[in-house]
């Protein structure tokens, strides 16, 4: 007998096959109705009740991902894989959350962001708009990342740190505290008009100051390159 005794109105219900997760016991779902790419009677993945899945919108959980505790997931959001959200996370509007990714505490992923491979994005973190979290990578804190930005390597973006515009960050690098790190390009705009305004000066604090920017082909620097300067993997080398 299915855990619900009444399944009017409702898109999926909890089925008898169960899954343990510490102390929880969580439970498969399965459609009551097609919606979305979802058709009656597909089993999908492990909810510990029905307020972790929304019963309105086409959001659904997949293969065997987990979403347990106090977490939502709800509007067209879905969750897939081995992916887990639990605590008080919540995935919404057309969030995707798969591979072994996990969202958890009080974080929220929202819009049209992924989180996916073996990131995680934890504590009171967002990722939202169309971001992108992978790899090995976190976010946490109160961090955000949002627009078309990109987390993925090992890379940690933590503290109240803010990653938006076109921004990569990846490798080992670890934004933090209060930096704001926007679209590259644009900010190594505003970056070379001071540098080519102060090379005649000190170009010995010129060199210092690209040292902190993030590597880049030549392709993306020599828009904004001094005329005697080339740019290979971040460093400037005098011609």
Not at 28 to 54: C, Y
Not at 139 to 158: I, K, N, S, T
Not at 194 to 219: G, M, P, Q
Request: proline share 0%.
């Amino acid at each position: 007998m299915n855990v619900y005794k009444s399944n009017r109105g409702m898109k999926y219900e909890l089925t008898n096959e169960t899954k343990k997760i510490n102390d929880k016991t969580l439970y498969r779902i399965k459609a009551l109705k097609d919606f979305g790419k979802v058709l009656k009677g597909d089993s999908g993945g492990f909810v510990q009740s029905e307020k972790n899945l929304s019963q309105e919108g086409l959001c659904w959980v997949y293969g065997n991902a987990v979403v347990f505790d106090e977490a939502r997931v709800y509007g067209n959001a879905v969750v897939f894989d081995e992916a887990q959200v639990y605590g008080n996370a919540v995935v919404y509007g057309y969030a995707q959350v798969f591979d072994e990714a996990k969202v958890c505490h009080e974080a929220e992923v929202y819009g049209y962001a992924r989180v996916f491979d073996e990131a995680v994005v934890f504590d009171n973190a967002r990722v939202f708009d169309e971001a992108k979290v992978f790899d090995e990578a976190e976010v946490y804190g109160e961090a955000e990342v949002y627009r078309e930005a990109e987390v993925y390597g090992v890379a940690q973006v933590c503290g109240d740190a803010r990653v938006y515009g076109e921004a990569r960050v990846y490798g080992e690098a670890r934004v933090y505290g209060e930096e704001r790190f926007q679209s590259a390009l644009t900010e190594l705009k505003d970056c070379f008009r001071h540098l080519h305004d102060n090379l005649s000066h000190d170009e010995s604090i010129a060199r210092d100051d690209l040292a902190c920017w993030c590597k880049l082909t030549f392709d993306d620097w020599s828009e904004y390159l001094p005329k005697n300067y080339s740019v290979d993997v971040g460093e400037v080398i005098d011609e």
